[in-house]
């Protein structure tokens, strides 16, 4: 689905607790994905990576550790934030989680609001857009909960895509964007949308960026992509 709706990939092989938080997550906005065991999250991985990942640490076969460790060392899931949930207390057992590269550790039995709040924190982080922040850059100001955006002030209208388009730029200033990548984050790999609709709405963008005058933030990086700045 094309949104600012955030992905989360949810690994749990106990159907009850998995059942129980994919309710939450989803009745709290979140687009989710469900895997049973290690070697179905890893597939699921490779199809598309989620905007986050809640794993159990013990799971059937390939362990959630495991996982977390193959996922953490892979250049194109590395920056996944990957939330453990463990049935372990020991602080042995925190400490080797985080070392695997776990970016956050709750231990079960956990309470649904914290969980639901340290996922937004670790979006908050790694994609700001999809937890209603405000995101600047330069004279450009989204704010991604009202959906608004202004340039020095002033309002600019903007198509939904457009304004999918300008999140995804405003969450890494400098980042080089395929279209194919842009494609996968603004219009998502369930729709076939051809890379040169990406080219139009660009050029769409950039017009509306423009409206009120200004320079053209973004950049046109030949053979490559696109970035803002
Ligand atoms: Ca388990």
């Not at 194919?180 to 080219?199: A, F, H, K, N, P």
Request: aromatic content about 6%; glycine content about 8%; hydrophobic content about 35%.
């Amino acid at each position: 689905m094309a949104s600012e709706q955030p992905s989360v990939l949810l690994v749990e092989d106990e159907p009850a607790q998995r059942e129980v938080l994919a309710y939450n997550l989803e009745a709290d906005g979140f687009a989710v994905t469900k895997a049973e065991n290690g070697e179905e999250a890893l597939m699921l991985v490779e199809e598309g990576a989620p905007d986050l990942i809640l794993l159990d640490w013990m799971l059937p076969n390939v362990s959630g550790i495991e996982v977390c460790r193959q996922l953490k060392t892979r250049s194109e899931t590395r920056n996944v934030p990957i939330i453990m949930l463990s049935a372990r207390s020991e602080e042995v057992d925190r400490v080797r989680g985080l070392e695997t590269g776990a970016d956050d550790y709750v231990i079960k039995p956990y309470s649904v609001i914290e969980l639901m709040a340290r996922v937004r924190a670790q979006l908050r982080r790694t994609r700001p857009s999809t937890v209603g922040e405000r995101l600047e850059y330069e004279d450009i100001i989204l704010d991604s909960e009202t959906h608004r955006v202004t340039r020095k002030g002033e309002g600019l209208k903007l198509g939904p895509t457009e304004f999918r388009l300008l999140s995804t730029f405003m969450e890494k200033p400098g980042r080089v964007w395929s279209r194919e990548q842009l494609l996968d984050r603004v219009w998502g790999r369930d729709i076939y949308v051809d890379t040169r609709t990406v080219d139009v709405h660009i050029g769409r963008l950039r017009k509306a960026l423009c409206q009120h005058g200004g320079d053209d933030p973004l950049r046109t990086v030949r053979g490559a992509g696109y970035s803002l700045g």
